[in-house]
Every structure is written in structure tokens, then in C-alpha cells.
């Protein structure tokens, strides 16, 4: 599995670091692996799987 970094998962979401922050609170977003005292990373898989539900959501939504 590869992880990427808090930049490289804003600019694939679009969501700033508070919201990335406010989702993963709330239940809503995956959790980082902690690869050191002050850095996480998030595995690619579970960022592009968040993505494309929400994509899906949102087409069957419009049904």
C-alpha cells in the first residue's frame, strides 16, 4: 500500500486540513497511519475508496 501526505490529500479531495480534521471527527474520513511524532500519512486506497463513494453517493442521489 502506498501512503500519501496531507498535501498530496487535499489536493485529490479538494478538502482543506480543518475539514479533513472536522470529517475524520466526525466518522467521516479515513484515519492516518502515524509515521512519526508530528506526521501522518493516509493510505491511497482508503482516499481514492472515500472518493469514488462519493461519487457514487452523489449519482444515485440524482436518480
Known amino acids: 500500500m502506498k501512503l500519501i501526505l496531507l498535501k498530496q490529500v487535499t489536493e485529490r479531495t479538494g ?34 475508496e472515500w472518493i469514488a463513494d462519493k461519487i457514487s453517493k452523489q449519482d444515485t442521489n440524482r436518480d
Do not use: H, Q, T
Not at 482543506?16 to 484515519?31: E, H, K, L, Q, T
Not at 497511519?33 to 491511497?44: F, I, M, Q, T
Open 15 to 48: 478538502l482543506g486540513g480543518s475539514s479533513i480534521n472536522n470529517c475524520m471527527a466526525a466518522g467521516y474520513f479515513p484515519r492516518p497511519v502515524k509515521l512519526g511524532p508530528r506526521l501522518v500519512a493516509w493510505g491511497e486506497e482508503e482516499i481514492d
